[in-house]
């Protein structure tokens, strides 16, 4: 479905439904993964973890695991802290603690998980046999798990050279916001929580350094988003030119964010292979990576709405606990999530007043970083959950409501209260293109049938918006310095007329070497399957950094049609000396160079040849390389946005909740694989009920993970997962070069909070508000039970009173 004010007309590959080429190695097993490589003489890491959250390192003794069978080397933080400088998550923010990274414990061990020691061996078994043989001495230090303790005064540190555990503090502020509180006809507040969870992707992570002693050079194979990212740590820790070092992501198993930021292990297998002359690989286990790979979205809102008489919004205040574990990631800081959260928060409506405060608190847990829309899914739990409060208080529907507060289209650009600016997009169009695909007033008047019989159904609406594309006027994490605004591509045609393109970006699921391929082959003029993308390398393009943040179709989609049409001018150039004629009256299509109305024509291969081969047949001015290098930078960004309708029922019984349906309509862009989209969406809405539904990391009162394996922390199946219905709102956007939009993150923003509405829906007849996800059976049972409690002692009080 097609609803927009600004269409196009679609090409013959841009937009065409293209099945993935990933596809065929990854299904039949040929795909190429960092554990699948075994250079000769490869040895083997196993850590020896903390099992303290807090405590001190009093002594470590290796000496009986440097004796182990196929032991080659046992390293502590002493052995490697000449080799390897510590790195710093560097930010511009004023009230910003930056904790040193380094590979292993020195000193203190501050979550549980942490690696203390690294044991390197002929093979993983003879690896983790020694680590038996370690002996630590620890002295116990008190455990610093609950974000809101760890703030206060006085409360034990983890880093005591921080003199504090709040390691980010920000306000955003728009307008008077107390006056607008003071004088509004309507309030609504809450307090809201969602729970830490991870990502827990197919392949964990693993990575394999190669050193060159003859070069004194580097190759790291890792599983991670972001090689360029990695190879500019590796170059600051190690102190090599950045030539002399090369981070290779291959296929990689899925990332979701998880896979977006170093980590010491990367570190060490590097400082290892330096050291030892051989390659070393580590490969995490699921209990490790569940326990040790980064978490997100621990936060606590407080929040307030106000509105006036006519339920338009006057104002907006919130503070946020954000439980950051125990490190600022590299690169992102420790303000990655919180300081997102509130600066998202107002999202794509109206608030004239405003004022969001966060505290990015560290704790004795495993660092927070990076996962699918990043503070986003939080700051849209909390305000769509106040705009269905704010509904149920004035009495009127949870879509009207929207319709009166969302920003309008002839109101943009729009600067939200945070500074965020909003620079196109169907907000209210949205709306109701999700409302007319589930069917919405069908859908009430059922549910009004259903509640008669006794039924707990519930339907619930989320619209949020969002920044796509970043470009390098604006950081992707508060304040940091790196640039991640701009995406480079080199685009070559051989001399057979084949096209192989370079690409800075990682692809961890995305179909990006489908998208990018479609791309520049309509922009140079070539079949689809002539062209090939190479991705996932540091070493292919200058400036590369990976994939993260709804980026890489829109900065690398954008860098591949400059770089294709800057081919495709010299290769009609070519074209015009061996057709003899004008390049304004050449057409290069399905890779044919043509005179427009003629029959005249010559293959892409033919003219490669002429260029690269038969010289004589060209003067030397058309005989330029057929390629082109080029970087592409959309300065601010884009905007992208969704309305998500959930459709739920509880069962009375068992407290499980059945999602009986799902609608999504988005604002991406110009689409350039409708399929591939689809399944962006598929995949996001299904990560978002797990954390609305099942998923969570959970601590004990000592700092000790319970949840990691994957009986105690659940996933959804696809039993779970309903069908959806999926609407796109294909309007191009006026700030992208092709129109396009990012969308990989939209599905895991906008689900939580729809579900969340519609359990809240499901229960208010019982007079349950739903602001803490997951909602898990059991927490339903305890509301419900609490409900029903109220209940019955309002009745009893009511009775009594009525006899007295």
């Known amino acids: 479905m097609t609803s927009a004010p600004e269409l196009y007309t679609r090409p013959k590959i841009i937009g065409a439904r293209i099945k993935r080429t990933e596809d065929p190695r990854l299904l039949t097993g040929d795909g190429a993964f960092t554990d699948d490589r075994h250079p000769a003489r490869t040895l083997h890491v196993a850590f020896r973890r903390s099992d303290q959250s807090h405590a001190r390192i009093r002594a470590v003794d290796c000496a009986a695991a440097r004796a182990a069978p ?57 690896a983790e046999d020694a680590l038996e043989r370690i002996s630590i001495d620890y002295e116990p230090l008190p455990a610093i798990v609950d974000a809101e303790a760890a703030a206060r005064s006085g409360a034990a540190l983890l880093h005591e050279e921080a003199g504090t555990n709040v390691l980010v503090s920000r306000e955003f502020k728009r307008g008077d916001i107390d006056a607008a509180m003071s004088s509004a006809a309507f309030r609504v507040q809450g307090r809201f929580r969602m729970r830490r969870k991870t990502t827990v992707a197919m392949e964990p992570r693993a990575c394999l350094a190669e050193y060159d002693a003859a070069r004194d050079a580097l190759t790291l194979h890792s599983a991670t988003q972001v090689p360029g990212i990695i190879r500019d740590a590796l170059v600051l820790a190690f102190g090599l030119p950045a030539e002399r070092i090369r981070v290779a992501a291959p296929d990689v198993g899925g990332g979701f964010g998880g896979k977006g930021s170093l980590y010491v292990e990367e570190l060490f297998v590097c400082a290892a292979a330096r050291r030892l002359g051989c390659p070393v690989k580590w490969t995490s286990d699921r209990l490790e990576d569940l326990a040790t790979s980064s978490q997100a979205f621990d936060e606590i809102v407080d929040a307030e709405l106000a509105l006036d008489r006519d339920a338009r919004i006057v104002g907006v205040r919130a503070d946020v606990i954000g439980d950051v574990g125990a490190y600022s990631i590299y690169p992102w800081t420790a303000a990655l999530e919180p300081v997102q959260v509130v600066s998202f928060l107002p999202g794509p409506y109206r608030v004239p007043n405003y004022r969001g405060r966060v505290q990015a608190v560290a704790t004795a847990k495993a660092p927070t970083g990076p996962y699918r829309g990043v503070g986003r899914p939080i700051s849209t739990f909390v305000m769509e959950r106040l705009v269905d409060m704010a509904a149920a208080r004035i009495g009127i529907d949870a ?20 500074g965020i600016v909003w620079d196109k997009s169907g907000f209210q169009e949205g709306l109701n293109a999700a409302c007319a695909a589930i069917g919405y007033d069908a859908l009430r008047a059922r549910q009004k049938h259903a509640r008669e019989a006794g039924r707990w159904v519930g339907i619930g609406i989320a619209s949020y918006a969002e920044l796509t594309g970043i470009g390098s006027r604006i950081s992707v994490a508060p304040g940091m310095p790196l640039n991640t605004g701009t995406e480079t591509a080199m685009v070559r045609m051989d001399e057979t007329g084949h096209i192989a393109a370079s690409f800075g970006i990682a692809s961890h699921g995305q179909g990006l070497e489908t998208t990018l391929a479609q791309i520049v082959a309509e922009h140079i003029g070539s079949r689809f399957e002539d062209v090939r993308v190479a991705q996932g390398d540091s070493s292919l393009v200058a400036g590369s950094t990976g994939t993260y943040a709804s980026r890489s179709l829109v900065l690398a989609g954008g860098a591949g049609t400059l770089a294709a049409q800057a081919v495709r001018e010299k290769l009609l150039n070519a074209a015009s000396y061996l057709l003899e004629a004008s390049p304004a009256d050449l057409v290069a299509e399905a890779g044919r160079v043509t005179v427009a109305g003629t029959d005249r024509s010559i293959t892409f291969g033919e003219i490669a040849r002429a260029v690269y081969s038969d010289t004589s047949t060209l003067p030397p001015e058309a005989r330029d390389e057929l390629t082109a290098t080029k970087t592409y930078d959309p300065v601010f960004g884009t905007t992208t946005s969704a309305t998500h309708i959930a459709v739920v029922e509880i069962d009375p019984e068992t407290y499980q909740v059945r999602v009986d349906g799902f609608a999504v309509a988005e604002d991406c862009g110009r689409l350039v694989n409708p399929m591939i989209v689809d399944g962006q969406v598929h995949g996001g809405v299904a990560q978002g009920i797990g954390a609305a539904l099942y998923e969570e990391v959970i601590y004990d009162d000592d700092g000790q993970i319970t949840t990691a394996n994957l009986a105690d922390y659940v996933v959804p199946s696809a039993c779970e997962i309903p ?15 092709g129109g396009f939009r990012g969308m990989g993150e939209g599905g895991t923003i906008g689900a939580p909070a729809a579900m969340a509405n519609a359990l809240s829906d499901a229960l208010a007849p019982l007079g349950i508000e739903i602001n803490e996800l997951p909602a898990t059976p059991e927490r339903l049972f305890r509301l419900v039970e609490a409900a029903r409690r109220r209940r019955q002692l309002q009745a009893s009080e009511s009775g009594h009173s009525a006899e007295t």
């Open 723 to 737: 069908a959806m219905q999926v609407v796109h709102l294909e309007s191009a956007s006026p700030t992208t070069l």
């Open 399 to 418: 879509r009207d409501i929207r319709l009166r507060n969302l920003v309008a289209t002839d109101e943009l650009p729009y600067k939200v209260a945070s």
């Open 70 to 126: 196929g032991v080659v080397a046992v390293f502590t933080a002493e052995d490697l802290a000449e080799s390897v400088k510590p790195l710093v998550a560097t930010s511009k923010m004023p009230n910003y603690y930056a904790t040193p990274i380094i590979p292993l414990a020195r000193g203190k061990v501050r979550y549980v998980g942490e690696p203390v020691v690294g044991v390197v061996a002929a093979n993983r078994y003879q």
